[in-house]
């Protein structure tokens, strides 16, 4: 068979870089925009840059997005670059606009006018249900988002769901709810926990300050996840799937675990709480069910809670026993 071409949007960041591995494995041609900063960080892809084809390109910028599209001529196309922090949003909606929704906008703009046969990708959230009008939540489930990412991520489900209506072409939308990994960014609860207990457990920090406690996720382990987005490019025809592992569990839970699995007993000696860290309108519950990415695409999530902290946890102690500050 011919090798296929994959562009990749948002590489850099925690899943764009599992799934570039994922593809390259599979024999792919992996193309990728990357957005040009004054410090170049390729971070978590820099041991397999060599065998990626990098166009620079911004999702704000139609042009870029037209010329990478053009001369990767991908098959498929994997749109995960965003403005994907809840909180900043809030801070910079209409960035978040720009990037999050009007940015995939751009990118199947670009997909129809240079590659219209290619199968499009689009990083959907389960930030879209906010409010949530059911549980658990589905493919079914009403969208009430409760931030501007939200909003924005919306705008993009429905814009993805447009262009197949109106043009034929294969756009499927996952609808992914929380994953996690030792690549997931600094700011998000899961890496901040795990890191703040790693530098407590060697005794680089003495407490750790969150917001909401209560709130509770489904979160799964991002590498299941990418697997999934392949997947849902390889039907018949293109649908929407929710991605989740089916259990919810709280951030008080996620510390509570993550200190056990550092060793150190008692957690509630080292954590505060600061309202600074909630949110003018915040998601309290996600849960998913992901019977549809089942049935038709034969995917569920391999990786459970306890398993997902434990990872996270020993590849920070680590990185920080490595490292002296
Ligand atoms: P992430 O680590 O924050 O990565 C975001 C990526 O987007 C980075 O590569 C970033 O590049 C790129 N990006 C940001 N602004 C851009 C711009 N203006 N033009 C081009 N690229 C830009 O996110 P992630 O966790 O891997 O998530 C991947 C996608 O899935 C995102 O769309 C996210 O909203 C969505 N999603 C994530 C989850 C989850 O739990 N992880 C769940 C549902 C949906 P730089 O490195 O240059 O900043
Ligand atoms: O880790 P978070 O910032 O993730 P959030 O808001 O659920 O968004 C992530 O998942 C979405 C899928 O549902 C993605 F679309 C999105 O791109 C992103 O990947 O916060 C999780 C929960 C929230 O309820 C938040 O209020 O943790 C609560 N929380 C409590 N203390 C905190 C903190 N969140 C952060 N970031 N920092 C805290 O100190």
Redesign the pocket.
């Known amino acids: 068979m011919a090798t296929r071409t994959a562009l990749v949007t948002g590489v850099t960041g925690q899943d764009g870089s599992y799934l570039a591995e994922y593809l390259l494995k599979k024999g792919y041609h992996v193309a990728a925009v990357v957005r040009r900063l004054s410090t170049p960080a390729l971070g978590h892809i820099a041991h397999i840059v060599d065998q990626l084809t990098l166009f620079d390109g911004d999702l704000t910028d139609q042009s870029s997005l037209d010329h990478a599209v053009r001369k990767a001529a991908p098959d498929e196309v994997y749109n995960l670059g965003?403005q994907?922090?809840?909180?900043t949003s809030f801070a910079q909606p209409a960035l978040t606009g720009e990037v999050t929704a009007l940015g995939a906008l751009r990118l199947i703009q670009a997909v129809r006018t240079h590659a219209p046969g290619a199968r499009v990708y689009q990083?959907s959230?389960?930030?879209m249900?906010g409010k949530v009008e059911k549980e658990p939540q589905d493919e079914t489930t009403p969208f009430h988002p409760r931030?501007p990412?939200?909003v924005a991520?919306v705008y993009a489900f429905w814009a993805c769901v447009n262009y197949r209506e109106a043009y034929s072409m294969f756009i499927a939308n996952g609808i992914?709810?929380?994953?996690?990994s030792p690549r997931?960014?600094i700011?998000?609860?899961?890496?901040?926990i795990s890191d703040g207990v790693a530098r407590i457990a060697t005794r680089k920090a003495r407490t750790l300050?969150?917001?909401?406690?209560d709130?509770?996720?489904?979160w799964g382990y991002a590498p299941d996840y990418v697997d999934l987005m392949w997947r849902t490019l390889q039907t018949k025809t293109p649908g929407d799937y929710v991605g989740a592992t089916g259990e919810s569990h709280s951030?008080r839970e996620f510390v509570e675990a993550a200190f056990q699995e550092a060793g150190i007993e008692s957690w509630e000696k080292y954590v505060r709480?600061?309202e600074r860290?909630?949110?003018p309108a915040?998601?309290?519950n996600?849960r998913g069910d992901a019977a549809k990415a089942r049935r038709d695409l034969g995917w569920q999530a391999t990786t459970r809670f306890r398993e997902l902290v434990r990872i996270m946890v020993l590849a920070d102690l680590e990185r920080h026993r490595a490292r002296k500050s």
């Open positions: 965003a994907s922090f809840v909180q990083a959230s389960s930030e249900f931030s990412y939200g991520k992914l709810f929380n994953h996690e997931r960014g700011e998000f609860v899961t890496r901040k300050t969150l917001g909401n406690l709130a509770t996720r489904d951030v709480t600061d860290y909630n949110r915040e998601v309290f996600l």
